[in-house]
Structures are given as structure tokens and as C-alpha cells.
């Protein structure tokens, strides 16, 4: 009687679907990305990865990690499975019941792949960069505004750095765009950018700024020129006056930055070398034209750029762009579009790291491209 | 080829679990909680609600939206069901795919049950005051900070009203408080707590201030004792201390009140009454103490009334007690601590709206209790 009266009050229904015993024989750690007492999923020192699921009356439970994993049920219809080692840092996954796939009930959620999706965050060596220390930090702002442009109301989440409310400054602004299937939420929770931001912000490294995490979404996702440049409409008539109205912001091509990631990137080639006079540094990460399928918008811009050349490498102080090494998805076309951009002398910056088109790739992007701006 | 291009470069899956056909023959419209495009659920205009999920392999499927209704299958293996109306404003619900209860694929997901939970916001005709209406809006930060209290970086979210950036004015602080099973997310994004207050400061019918939308858990979830001491602390000595701090506040007990839901109005009763020297406003929505289990505490706190009456009398301005109508599961409760109060002569004003234990109650609660602040 206790027991329900308890849980009816508190709404705190103890869940079917994962183990919350506290058994500190279990090997390895809870994933931090866990619900708070979940037990599973579990981190093992190699970072092998533990599922449990309680789903007595399931007939397949499945863990998709890119990889996927068939789980074993015993007598007790708990199902298992232990991971081959997964890389470190932020990735996205599905659990699988009887072929729907959804979000883990024990993992916090993440808007990715168009739906809330379950997330697992992974230890690896070099992960300091985005780690909550004992530094000033700024805050992450959920923006409500209405687009003329979209005819809606819609949202930005916005970094101020740390000293923002006090200071009488204005500061840069870097716009950032997430990739497809994501949106304005995914630079900072996938991406920790004010972790990042913060970080570099107290070891000097970069200068303090605004961070602008748009929403992408323009209308029914899509590869064709209307899509893009919808996108351009909204980020130049909506939300960069309203933030330049809004908020302690410089004005001026040289206090702004446009980058994205993935489809993000395409947006940001496709507004921004077009707009060398509003943003002096452009961000393209793991993305590129995509081929066959935007080859006549690629060409079209390539035409731009030799028409354009000079005006191209004097406004833009930094033209940077990323792959996730050889295993990113958009590694080829990225090759065929910088072998363009070198004939036609367009200067770029070329950073490669590995990891493929995922998560930890993008963050450390942002690690590198954030200090290089506005100097 | 296409296809799979796309898809994997947008990171933009079609996901199996919901059919995503813009079939204008459908009835009804998609709720407004649903996944972008997300055809399903639909809101039919008596407010019965249409779900249809694709899950060809499972053999049961479930929604739980406090009644639950089996769905049935059709020979795609394409499972639907229509519910009965269900009252209007956001209610939790579950997907449950053979006995696993896990969020819709289809909606957007809330930390509510322990767990990320779909939600569903039905219409109904009193629903003006939370509109996204063409007023001055504020922003809701996300917060972090560090507790000595808990040894732990934690979060809040802070509503800032309109102007709070270009203003120099200090402002009052309402501290509020979640449920059980929710955190600092629930007021922001169940409770729409920013729009609620836009539309009241526009209208002049509430005074500009801040809300922070503070984490209530504190360890792990009990009823003991314990667990209120610890919050208590967190808010006291952590929480109160870094937003007076931080950001722009009006000092001394005018100037705070504090309020909770559920579990969040069992922790303002135990810190509120006991510390009327700081918070001179306090809210108790569809809580009280629970009998027996807290029934030591309860008759400690109205020991505690008896010997301070005049004083706890003198320092509320406003003891704000309500519940969501006979079916709300505190009331039996809440009726046996209202008897007391009258009894020790503690005045208090008491309101009851029907809904239930359910967060439209609590989102007129905070309409009807904002209004009374810090006048």
C-alpha cells in the first residue's frame, strides 16, 4: 500500500523495462548519458558496453550501435549483451524491440536520426577539452522568436559566455548549424558546446563570443536548392537581426562566423560563400556537395567562385573545413570538392580527425575552429 | 542509391515505427507534440486520439495514457487503436511494444516516470493563457553550477522575464519545484512556465521576475526525512546563494517565494514553513504531507505552527494551497491537512481547479499563483 501510494504520488513508476538494482558486483560503470539510477547500460573498462532489458513477453531485443547486437534472454526474460569495444565520446543508439526501434527507456534522449533517440557517452583520454571543470561558465539560452520568413514561431538555443550579463561589451557572434535529422538542440547537448566554449574561453585560447545554435529545418528535409535556400532566408532575415537586435552583439562581416555540420555544412557553403561580405569565417565539417545529386548547385557555386576569386580569399579569414578521416561518409565528395576549390585558387584550411561522421568528430571540430575566429 | 546516400549523410533514418504518409484524407491533425512530420498520433476534433504504429514482428501493442488501450493489428502488421476523448492540455504516455513500456517513437519526449516519456498536448477552449502569443517573451537559461551540498555539478533552468537584459532593475525570484520521477526540465517544458508568465507580465497582471526551475532530487527518492533535509540545504546553501550571486535579484524574503508540485509541494511545506524569515510567498500544488508514512514529520511541522503562529502568520504574505479537484490522488490528504491548519489558526488561501494529479492543473496553478506575487 506504501509502495503504491507512494508511486502514484511522486509519479515515479518504478519501469518494466531495464534492472535498477544497485549491485555493486556489476562489473564497469552506468553511462553517464543513463536515466539517474538506471544500473544499465554499463561501461566496461574497454569500453564494451553491457545491455539489460527486462521484456519477458518480447520474442527479439536488439541494440543498434551502428553495429547490431542481438541480446540473449534467461529463465527470467531479461535479455544481455555485451558490446565489442565502442570509440569514446557521444553516439547515438536504438534498442530494438521486436523490430521497432526506440529510445532505451534507461538513456536520456537526444533529438537525432528525425526522433528522440537514445544516446551513450563514452570515456576516452583526450576528452578534457569538454569537461565540466572548476572554470566560469556561461549559460545556454532556449530562444522563442517569430520568423516572418517561416511564418511560425521558432526557437534558437544560444551560448552567452561567462561575464555576458555583467559586461557592458559587445561581442562576435559565431552561427552554428546541426545536421539532418537533428536540430537546435543538438550543439548543446550533443555537442557540449558551452563545455567547449567555456574551456577555451578560460585558457585563453579562444575569445569570448555568442554562440548561435540555429534550427536548420527549413521545410520538408531535402537535398534541392529550394531547401537551402530557405534556410538562407530565415538565417539572414530572421535570425540574425533579431540576435543582432536582441543581444550585446558587434556588427560588421568580421565578428561573424557561419558553420555547420553535415547537411549543416552544405547550408553553410551554400549561404555562406555566397555571403563573404556578411561572414568573414566559414565552418564546414564532415560535409560537402553532394554527388551526383547537387553536382548542377556545386558547379553553379564553382562558377561563383572563379568569377568571384578574389573578393572569395580577401573577405573570408578563415575558409575551414573538416572530415571525420577517410571513414566519414562525406570523406570522397569532400575530396572531389577540394581538388575544385584548389584549381580555382579558393583558399581553405583542412583539418582531418578520425572518427567518422559522428558526434565526437563534430565537438572537436568546434575545439578547433572556435580559436581561430575573430582575430 | 539515393536514397541510402541521403539518408545516411542527414543522419535522417525513416524510422519503421510510425507511418510518416501527409495523407490530407487522415481525420483530425497531428498533435502539436508529435516528431516534425510525424503523422501520427492525431487529435480527432472530440479530442479522442488516433495512434498507428508499424510493428509487424510484435505480438502486443500497448498505449498507456493512465487508461490503456490495446491496439490491433491489420495485415501489414500496422497497429491503430482510437482512444476515448482525453482532457485537454499535456499529458504523459507510453508506447508499450510487448510488455515494454518506452517512449512513442512519434513525439517528443519529457523527463517525467523516472524516464523520458512521450506527451501529448490536447487543445481545449481556457488554454489562451499559456498561447504563444505576439508579447515580449523572456528566456529560459539552462543553468550549471556547482554544489558543495551535493559534491556535484547540477542545473537549473532560469526563466529571465523580457528586458531583464537591456534593464538594470533587480528583480524578485520564485524558486519552484518538480514532481517526482521529473526534474529542472518539467516547469520549462511540461509546464510552459515561460509562456504563462509572458502573457501575464504583458498583461500586466503579474510583476517581472525570475523563476528558477530548480533539480528537487536529492539522492535517491524517499519520503524519509533525509531527503527534505537535503534539499533543503541544496536550496539554501547552494541554490539561493549562486543566483543572488549571478544575476540580478532583489534580496530578503519579500522578495522570494517559493512553490512545488507533488513531491516539489511536500519540499516547499517542510523548508517554506520552516523559514518564513526568507521565503514570505509559498505554493503547495496538489500536495500535502503523506499519511501515515510522513504522519511524524506532519505533526512535528504542526508543533512547530502552534508555537510559531503569529510569526508564520506575520511573514506569509501569501500560503497558496490547491488541488487538482476531488480526483487529484493528494486531495484525501490534503482535506486532513487543511482541517489542521484551520485548526492551529495558520491562514492560508486554498484553490481547486479540476484535472487531477496532472500538469494542466499544475500549469493554471502557477497562472493563478504568479498574479499574487510580491505585490
Redesign the interface.
Known amino acids: 500500500m506504501?509502495k503504491i501510494?507512494?508511486t502514484?504520488?511522486?509519479?515515479?513508476?518504478?519501469?518494466?523495462?531495464f534492472a535498477q538494482s544497485a549491485d555493486s558486483a556489476l562489473p564497469g560503470k552506468p553511462a553517464p548519458t543513463n536515466?539517474?539510477?538506471?544500473q544499465f547500460p554499463r561501461i566496461l573498462p574497454d569500453n564494451r558496453v553491457m545491455f539489460r532489458?527486462?521484456?519477458?513477453?518480447?520474442?527479439?531485443v536488439q541494440i543498434d550501435l551502428g553495429k547490431v547486437y542481438d541480446l540473449k534472454k534467461d529463465s527470467q526474460g531479461v535479455w544481455t549483451v555485451t558490446t565489442d569495444p565502442v570509440s569514446g565520446g557521444f553516439h547515438?543508439y536504438s534498442?530494438l524491440?521486436?523490430?521497432?526501434?526506440?529510445?532505451?527507456?534507461?538513456?536520456?534522449?537526444f533529438y537525432?536520426?528525425?526522433?528522440?533517440a537514445s544516446g551513450i557517452e563514452l570515456p576516452f583520454a583526450g576528452r578534457d577539452y569538454y569537461a565540466?571543470n572548476?572554470v566560469p561558465?556561461g549559460?545556454?539560452?532556449?530562444?522563442?522568436?517569430?520568423s516572418k520568413v517561416a511564418g511560425a514561431?521558432k526557437r534558437f538555443f544560444?551560448y552567452t559566455p561567462p561575464g555576458y550579463?555583467t559586461s557592458k561589451d559587445r561581442y562576435p557572434v559565431l552561427y552554428i548549424v546541426h545536421?539532418?535529422?537533428?536540430?537546435e538542440r543538438g550543439w548543446?547537448t550533443q555537442g557540449l558546446t558551452?563545455l567547449i566554449l567555456d574551456n577555451l574561453i578560460a585558457a585563453r585560447r579562444a575569445l569570448p563570443m555568442l554562440v548561435v545554435m540555429v534550427d536548420g529545418?527549413a521545410g520538408?528535409?531535402s537535398?534541392e536548392e529550394a531547401y537551402l535556400q530557405q534556410f538562407d532566408r530565415e538565417l539572414k532575415q530572421s535570425i540574425i537581426p533579431f540576435v543582432e537586435a536582441?543581444?550585446?552583439v558587434k556588427a560588421g562581416a568580421a565578428n561573424r562566423a557561419l558553420a555547420g555540420l553535415?547537411?549543416g555544412g552544405i547550408q553553410t557553403l551554400y549561404t555562406g560563400v555566397n555571403s563573404t561580405d556578411l561572414f568573414s569565417y566559414l565552418g564546414v565539417f564532415s560535409s560537402s556537395w553532394?554527388l551526383p545529386?547537387q553536382a548542377a548547385m556545386a558547379e553553379r557555386q564553382y562558377a561563383y567562385m572563379a568569377a568571384n576569386r578574389e573578393k572569395i580569399n580577401r573577405n573570408l579569414k578563415q575558409f575551414w573545413i573538416s572530415q571525420g578521416g577517410k571513414e566519414d561518409?562525406?570523406y570522397q565528395n569532400n575530396q572531389a570538392m577540394l581538388a575544385r576549390l584548389k584549381q580555382l585558387g579558393i583558399k581553405y584550411s583542412y583539418s582531418e580527425s578520425p572518427g567518422g561522421?559522428t558526434w565526437p568528430v563534430w565537438r572537436h571540430d568546434l575545439y578547433q575552429f572556435a580559436p581561430l575566429l575573430f582575430r
Open positions: 506504501m501510494r507512494f502514484l504520488l511522486l509519479l515515479a513508476c518504478a519501469t518494466t523495462a536515466m539517474r539510477s538506471a532489458i527486462e521484456a519477458p513477453q518480447a520474442q527479439k547515438y534498442l524491440i521486436d523490430g521497432v526501434a526506440v529510445a532505451d527507456p534507461a538513456s536520456e534522449t537525432g536520426m528525425s526522433r528522440m565540466l572548476d561558465h549559460d545556454i539560452r532556449m530562444k522563442r522568436y517569430y514561431w544560444l550579463d545536421g539532418g535529422g537533428e536540430d548543446a558551452d529545418n520538408e528535409l537535398l536582441q543581444y550585446r553535415s547537411l553532394i545529386d561518409i562525406a561522421h
